[in-house]
């Protein structure tokens, strides 16, 4: 197992490599030069020349990237072009609002989307698997910043239940940052649950038809365990894996919810980086949720295994 | 030969027990009907069989005849809403399991009736260890504790001769052979002594030389506990081997039936002649059918008449479209044919 761990950790770092290079591209990608943004209003030749020398920007390309990956490496990301604040601060005041949030969502997605996606194959071809199913083509198509908007109208607005916007920290008042994340966590959740019960479904469609599940049968055990436990056990595999990507897709941040609900998370700090040129903080950011996408497929690789005797031959 | 009619008119399938088993009955089908969704016809149509305690009792025929569906239906393995039980009864231990609730159903499966499967490599579940899929079944019908029921999971892989039985109760299926995996499927299938073991062509997906072994396991199990067992097969080598009684399955029906000697040495109708003939190591009688042209018809295509009619050599214009009735002889030997005895016919020339 754990030379196992270790082979995956060392398929994981060519990767990593690889989207560091893309995220140092994005820099050279961007249209404008960098030091001219610095220099700021007054585009003083020479202090455009200065921050050139001191950003190697002159360098040939690939010690450029040395350079930069370097500093990454240490945990240096460079400052904000806008605030001069350190990208890594940046990130470590947003990343765990973010995190928050793709949990809480994540969260919801399991609640909703697993028994929903069990019951509607088990019940395949009956009315339920059909309000199911058109509750979960619902869910996909309405588009999140809608919900967003319709759900602070009427819990927020109407009934008063929960506040539409603003953010406070977990570590300062638990409940409360609880209650303020529900309407965004419900949002992103609900969508997310959609696809979870869609494979839910058709996993659990494929190995209800599994000659083990027939066994379960004959031995005399209630439908219960030969679903839950029997069945929803073997289809669990499929959805480890894809859990594993929407959650490495919530950690890139939900632009629009966020925006909604006035989140400072992930979403709205790309977006104001991205509109402010402020490049240190976009490569940051891609960087960040790139290692974010990285790890959860590591643990997905790993939780995999765990659930999957027969790959555990092969370690 | 002289035939006594014991259930004239009637349905076409008659009681397949030959009357000879010393046990107490087991299991009695009667008149089993079972109707595909989307078909027209009933595919199992009006099956009969009797099962006594300590005997073995054979369902032979091709593929597709209906001899699974017929045990899954006893077994109300059968998806109900692709499959409807139309008519029938199957008493087991004084109740009809074909009518007993859910509820009921669970308490008898794998307890007092048990099966045994075709695939042993599909047939257990991959992410459990093998050792609690036993143990399982146990907990599932005796007020045991976990540790009792492994007990009896590694009491019962001795039984069915698992080697190294301790360390290969917390193996996982895949670590199993194919001959491994089915002695593990017998010992849940036997853990809990059921009075009755219902086994899918158990040996088919085996190696040649394991078949044997778990024939013969199979065989000594059952001596040992004196259950009944229902196997299923279309392999004649196996019947040879373990049958007491057969009864031969031609398109949801059944045609002939009777103790093993018997069919294999005086088959009266033409599909179990048929059957007989084309089985190498006995070799084909002169004169008679060495093959059967054609293949099983779909519901769809079924005579009104007998099923066999499409493929036999000696139909004619009445076995189109009557059913024959399914007539016993005092040694329990039956069959459905109306052209029997066929040796007349063949000697007169050919068709009549």
Known sequence: MLRYIAKRFAVAIPTLVIVSIFVFSLQKMMPGDPAVIMAGEQRDPQVIAYLREKYHLNDPVPEQ??????????????????????????????LPVTIQL????MIIAFAIGIPAGIVSAVKKGTITDYVANFVALSGLSIPNFWLGIMLIL???????????SGYVPLTEAPLRSIETMLMPAFVLGTALAATLMRHTRSAMLGVLQADYVRTARAKGLGERVVILKHTFRNAVLPIVTLSALLF????????????????????KLIVDAVFNRDYPVVQGVVLCTAIGFILMNFFADILYVVLNPRMRESL | MSVETVEAGGRANGPANAGSGDGATVLRVSDLSVRFAGQPVDTIDGVSFTLSAGRTLCL???????????SLATMRLLPEKAARITSGEARFEDRDMLRLSRREIERVRGDRMAMIFQEP????????????????????HRKVGRREARERALEMFRRVQIPAPERRLDDYPHQLSGGMRQRVMIAMALANDPKLLIADEPTTALDVTIQAQILRLMRT?????????????????????????????YAGRIVESGPVETIFNDPQHPYTIGLMSSMPTLGAPKGRLATIPGSVPSPFEFPPGCRFATRCPFA?????????????????????????????IAEAGGHA
């Not at chain 2, 199990?221 to 399955?249: F, K, Y």
């Not at chain 2, 024959?324 to 040796?343: V, Y």
Request: overall charge negative; aromatic content about 8%; proline content about 5%.
């Open chain 1, 65 to 94: 990237y040395a350079f930069w990956a370097g500093r990454a490496v240490r945990g240096d990301l460079g400052q904000s072009l806008r605030s001069d604040v350190p990208v890594l601060d940046l990130i470590g005041d947003k």
């Open chain 1, 102 to 105: 793709a949990v809480m969502a």
């Open chain 1, 154 to 164: 009427l819990v927020s607005v109407h009934l008063g239940w929960l506040p539409a």
């Open chain 1, 248 to 267: 490495g897709e919530l950690l890139a941040g939900a632009v629009l919810t966020e925006q909604i609900f006035t989140i400072p998370g992930f979403g």
């Open chain 2, 60 to 70: 032979v025929g091709e593929s597709g005849c209906g001899k699974s569906v017929t």
């Open chain 2, 121 to 140: 490599m599909t047939s257990l579940n991959p992410v459990f260890k093998v050792g609690d899929q036993v143990a399982e079944a146990v907990a599932r």
């Open chain 2, 221 to 249: 199990l059952q001596d040992e506990s004196g259950a009944a067992m229902l196997l299923i097969t279309h392999d004649l080598g196996v019947v040879a081997d373990i049958a007491d009684e057969v009864a031969v399955m």
């Open chain 2, 316 to 344: 004619q214009t009445r076995c189109f479209s009557e059913v024959p009735p399914f007539e016993r002889n005092d040694d329990g030997h039956g069959w459905a044919c109306w052209r029997t005895p066929i040796e007349t």
